[in-house]
């Protein structure tokens, strides 16, 4: 375990987490002096890059960060159309909003600042209380990572040699299931607490089919996505591609809300963000080198299944172990770090790859509204305009609404295994 100290001791002094990993891998060779060669740190990074469903994870930012010009307002006025006629409506608006946005982006944290930006100063025109925005807006903005397409699936996928496509086809009920329990919860406490007062409007039938018309075209592209994987089209990286060239399309040619200028900021962020996310990636590979050949998950594996082979106390030990390392750490590299790890015991324990991998993707998006590192929750505050203390209560309300689904999905794993089996 000397090498989980010295990344602590690395993230403690504030090392970033890319070159923490990194850093670790190599020191703990170097002290072990095994009779491998040093180079076989740069041999493993490499190895770790070279995999075509990676190619899937910069084209799905790209496509992200193209989405965001002209289809965020168009989602709203949909979502809002779809639910405004409730008192407290606009609660379940934004989460409707963040699950068609987290759908077409594929990230958490894009999802909720896109939404947020829209959504929270309309709510705090209506009165609600700023903590419970910023809560419900977080808590629905991580599920992104959950709703395909999600690039924390691919980089899981890549990371355990599971199947990216059914990773994406398994994440589309408990997707749906976290939204719904959100969306519920959100409008029962807008209206207990009176939240946005006479706000609700008759229902207009005219305006949802306008509004409907208007985000037809950003709410296709997850069906073009994953119909194309379902019926063999395409694979989900060429898919990745699709996304690219539909949102340049709809930004540029159909909503012409996207300038050349912009394009150019829009392809520098996004290969700059690529490139801190597969840096991650080629650091983390020699640190997984170094845990197999050192038999650690075979030790823990052990260890658990002495312990016990029923596979929901595994579940259970695991989701403790990813709801940690969620709440201080950041995804992709948690995904890097742990599935090596965790992955051999899921698989001794009969736990299903597909649902394993879902889970985790459920248990990674509650650590993102968990403090202290909270990626998601910091987000919507900021945009809220206030700290993260002044969210509680609310968002242990939100991250108790979010456990209670993750524990369904837990006992339930028809909901993550059903799609993937019929197709």
């Avoid at 018309?213 to 694979?235: E, Q, Y």
């Amino acid at each position: 375990m000397i090498i989980f100290l010295i990344l602590g001791i690395l993230l403690i002094i504030g090392l970033p987490v890319s070159f923490a990993i990194g850093m670790s891998g190599v020191v703990f060779f170097l002290i072990q002096g095994t009779s491998a060669s040093p180079s076989i740190i740069p041999q493993q990074m490499f190895s770790g890059l070279n995999s075509f469903p990676l190619l899937a994870l910069p084209f799905f930012l790209l496509a992200g960060n193209l989405m965001m010009y002209g289809t965020t307002p168009r989602l709203m006025r949909f979502a809002n159309a779809l639910l405004g006629f409730i008192k407290g409506g606009l609660s379940g608006v934004s989460v409707i909003a963040s699950a068609f946005f987290g759908a077409i982006s594929g990230s958490g944290v894009a999802t909720v600042a896109a939404v947020g930006s829209v959504v929270t100063p309309e709510m705090i025109k209506k009165g609600y209380g700023r903590g419970f925005i910023a809560s419900l807006i977080a808590g629905a903005g991580v599920i992104g990572m959950v709703i395909p397409p999600s690039m924390a699936m691919v980089v899981f996928g890549v990371s355990a040699g599971v199947s990216i496509s059914d990773l994406f086809l398994g994440g589309i009920l408990p997707g749906i299931f976290v939204v719904l329990c959100l969306l519920i919860f959100g409008v029962v406490i807008s209206n207990k607490r009176n939240y946005g007062g006479g706000e609700a409007t008759a229902f207009n039938l005219k305006e949802l089919v306008r509004s409907f018309k208007v985000a037809i075209f950003p709410m296709l592209l997850p069906i073009i996505i994953l119909g194309g994987v379902m019926t063999g089209i395409f694979t989900p990286t060429e898919s990745a591609v699709v996304a690219v060239v539909y949102a340049l399309i709809l930004a540029t040619v159909v909503y012409r809300e996207l300038s050349l200028r912009k394009l150019l900021e829009v392809f520098k962020d996004s290969a700059v963000n690529s490139a801190v996310i597969l840096f991650i990636i080629a650091a983390a590979t020699p640190f997984g080198w170094i845990l197999t050949t050192q038999q650690i998950p075979n030790d823990l594996a052990n260890i658990l299944t002495d312990f016990t082979t029923n596979s929901i106390l595994i579940l259970v030990v695991i989701s403790l172990i990813l709801l940690i390392m969620g709440t201080f750490m950041e995804t992709i590299a948690t995904i890097i770090i742990m599935t090596p790890i965790l992955f051999p015991i899921a698989m001794q324990g009969g736990i299903d790859p597909i649902h394993f991998g879902v889970l985790m993707m459920v248990s990674l998006a509650i650590g993102g509204v968990t403090p202290p590192l909270a990626v998601g929750l910091f987000t919507s505050a900021k945009i809220a305009k206030i700290s993260v203390e002044d969210t509680f209560p609310d968002v242990l309300y939100v991250l108790g609404v979010m456990i209670f689904a993750y524990v369904v999905i837990v006992i339930v794993p028809g909901l993550s295994l059903w799609i993937p089996k019929s197709f």
